[in-house]
C-alpha cells in the first residue's frame, strides 16, 4: 500500500470513530500535514490546505498565548500554520464595529433547514469601549 493510500485508509476509519465536529477537523490537518509532508519528500511538494475552522482557532492561540503558539509549532506537537498564514487570515477580515452581515447571512442559512421550534436561541456580546487613537498592527501579532 503506498504512503497516499495509507493516509487516505486512515482518514476514512478515524472519520467514522469521531462523532465530534471538531475532533474530525484536528485529525484531518494532521492527516493532511503528513500528506503534504510525504509529497514534499517525494518532489511533489504542495502547500498545506487548513480548513478555515482550524486557522481560527490556530488565530485565537496566537491571540491568547504567543509563547504556547510558538512551543507548540516549534516542537512539532499540532501541525500549526505560519504566522504569515494567520497574518493573511486577519488581513482578510474586515474590522468594523456594528453587525456583520456574513455572519448574519451564515446564521441564516444555517437556520433555515431547521424547524421553527429548533431556531430558538439568543445573541449576546459585551460591551466594548475603544480609546482615542487606538491602532490594530496585524502583523506584531
Known amino acids: 500500500m503506498t504512503g497516499i493510500l495509507k493516509f487516505v485508509y486512515i482518514y476514512i476509519v478515524l472519520n467514522k470513530l469521531c462523532c465530534n465536529l471538531q475532533e474530525r477537523v484536528i485529525i484531518n490537518t494532521f492527516i493532511?500535514?503528513?500528506?503534504?509532508?510525504?509529497?514534499?519528500?517525494s518532489g511533489r511538494s504542495h502547500s498545506m490546505k487548513y480548513d478555515s475552522g482550524f486557522l481560527m482557532q490556530c488565530l485565537l492561540l496566537k491571540l491568547k498565548s504567543s509563547s504556547t503558539y510558538t512551543h507548540l509549532k516549534n516542537n512539532n506537537i499540532l501541525p500549526l500554520p505560519s504566522l504569515s498564514t494567520l497574518r493573511r487570515r486577519l488581513s482578510s477580515s474586515e474590522c468594523k464595529y456594528g453587525f456583520n452581515e456574513l455572519a448574519l447571512q451564515n446564521m441564516k442559512q444555517a437556520l433555515e433547514n431547521l424547524q421553527n421550534w429548533e431556531r430558538w436561541g439568543s445573541l449576546m456580546w459585551d460591551e466594548v469601549s475603544l480609546k482615542k487613537d487606538l491602532t490594530w498592527h496585524a502583523t506584531r501579532l
Open 32 to 41: 493532511l500535514k503528513g500528506k503534504a509532508e510525504l509529497q514534499a519528500t
